[in-house]
Nanobody, 122 residues
Framework: QLVESGGGLVQPGGSLRLSCAVS????????IAWFRRAPGKEREALLC????????TFLDSVKGRFTISRDMTKNTVYLQMNSLQPEDTAVYYC?????????????????WGQGTQVTVSS
C-alpha cells in the first residue's frame, strides 16, 4: 500500500516535500516512481529510484528542481520540489512494483497511491 501526503497550495517559487509511505514490503524491494497528472494532460513520469538504477529524472522540466530520496527507517520515499511554478500544478502519485528497475511507463507499475494535489498559484 502506498499513501501520499504533503500536497497543498504554494506560491510560485516556493517548495513542497511530498511523502509516499510504503507498507507491505521493504522500501528497496521494487523501484518507486513519482508521476503527476495535470488537468487535461496525460500522466507523466517525473523521477524514479531503485537499488539497480539509483535515482533517475525522466522529465526535463523538473531537472535541478525536484529530487527523489528514500528513508529506509521510515519506509518512505520523498519528492522534494523547489522553485515551483504554476505549470507544476497537478495531482502527484507515487507508484511501485513489480519491477526492480525504473521505468517511465505507468503500466509497468502495479501499485499506486491515491494521489495528492499540488497547486502552485499566487
Amino acid at each position: 500500500q502506498l499513501v501520499e501526503s504533503g500536497g497543498g497550495l504554494v506560491q510560485p517559487g516556493g517548495s513542497l516535500r511530498l511523502s509516499c509511505a510504503v507498507s507491505g514490503f521493504p522500501l528497496d524491494y521494487y523501484a518507486i516512481a513519482w508521476f503527476r497528472r495535470a488537468p487535461g494532460k496525460e500522466r507523466e513520469a517525473l523521477l524514479c529510484i531503485s537499488n539497480n538504477d539509483g535515482s533517475i529524472t525522466f522529465l526535463d522540466s523538473v531537472k535541478g528542481r525536484f529530487t527523489i530520496s528514500r528513508d529506509m527507517t521510515k519506509n518512505t520515499v520523498y519528492l522534494q520540489m523547489n522553485s515551483l511554478q504554476p505549470e507544476d500544478t497537478a495531482v502527484y502519485y507515487c507508484a511501485t512494483g513489480p519491477g526492480e528497475y525504473c521505468s517511465r511507463y505507468p503500466p509497468d507499475f502495479g501499485s499506486w497511491g491515491q494521489g495528492t494535489q499540488v497547486t502552485v498559484s499566487s
